[in-house]
């Protein structure tokens, strides 16, 4: 009996020891151990994926947008230049390279705008037909305005952006320099007596349209004057006066309408060119230039 009963605990103890290794693997299996020697502990997961036939892995976390900078500096050049006219003159920009133009443009008076953003600096050269080349650099984020006295022939233009080649963006445009003194129709001429007051014998008055270039005149006092500026409208807009030769005299965006709006800058006796962007139109605007009165921005 006990011969019987030790031979069947035998067997028992062999079908243990073949049981007990495999349980034994598989458990640790299910454990994953520290390169310190630290106790193991549960093995992770493998993450899920978002990516399948419906929800392809694109690297980008899902429902976020991206804009290639490529874009951006593109449209941050464009709102620079401001918007192409209907003259038919050129409006180049380029990203990732110069932006090149040359063509036959009838003799008359121009001026060229030119700007770059990405980048700290770029260079601006311009060749009216035979003369030669005449090239300069301009600050980046700001625009650069030179009058041409072209007398027919061909106009060549190029702005570089020194930056890496894939983001900088550098443009310019050609348009008609504004129309002789007088030639603007004064339609707020009643209003802007109003806003300014009754005009004095050495002032002198505009009426811009906004998106056009303003030409002053000649001034009979000539040195530091107080250009006072009013609007009429909703929302801010934005200002630029130049010299005749397109040198910046005065420019910002941002600026409301309603209280005119004096500061002293030096005047020519050729006047200034002014130019009044609408951020929200429509607008109307008016400016004077008299004697300084000491007053600004």
């Known amino acids: 009996m006990l011969r019987d009963m030790s031979a069947l605990w035998g067997k028992r103890m062999m079908v243990l020891a073949a049981v007990v290794p495999g349980l034994l693997a598989a458990a640790l299996s299910g454990c994953e151990y520290a390169g310190d020697g630290s106790p193991p502990g549960p093995a992770a997961s493998p993450p899920r994926s978002t990516s399948g036939p419906d929800r392809p892995d694109s690297g980008n976390a899902p429902d976020s947008p991206t804009v290639p900078p490529e874009r951006t500096n593109d449209e941050q050049l464009r709102r620079l230049l401001g918007p192409p006219g209907t003259d038919q003159l050129p409006y180049v920009t380029a990203t990732g390279g110069a932006a090149a133009w040359s063509t036959e443009v009838p003799a008359g008076d121009y001026l060229l705008t030119a700007a770059c953003v990405a980048a700290q600096y770029a260079v ?15 600050l980046c984020h700001a625009r650069r305005f030179m009058r041409l006295n072209h007398q027919g022939g061909l106009i060549t233009a190029r702005v570089t952006a020194a930056a890496e080649p894939r983001f900088g963006a550098s443009g310019f445009r050609l348009e008609p320099y504004p129309d002789a003194p007088g030639s603007t129709a004064e339609p707020a001429a009643g209003w802007a007596a109003e806003q300014l007051g009754p005009a004095q014998p050495a002032e002198v008055r505009g009426y811009p349209v906004p998106g056009r270039w303003h030409r002053s005149g000649p001034v009979g006092s000539p040195g530091m004057l107080t250009l006072t500026f009013a609007c009429e409208g909703t929302g801010a807009v934005e200002i630029t006066v130049l010299n005749p030769n397109g040198d910046d005299l005065l420019s910002g965006s941002g600026f409301p309408c309603g ?29 004077s230039l008299k004697p300084s009165a000491g007053s600004g921005f």
């Open 259 to 287: 209280a005119p709006r004096p500061t002293d800058i030096p005047v020519g006796p050729d006047g200034i060119l002014v130019r009044v962007d609408s951020i929200h139109a429509p607008v109307r605007t008016a400016y």
């Open 124 to 138: 601006l050269e311009v060749r009216l037909a035979g003369a030669a080349p005449e090239e300069s650099n301009l």
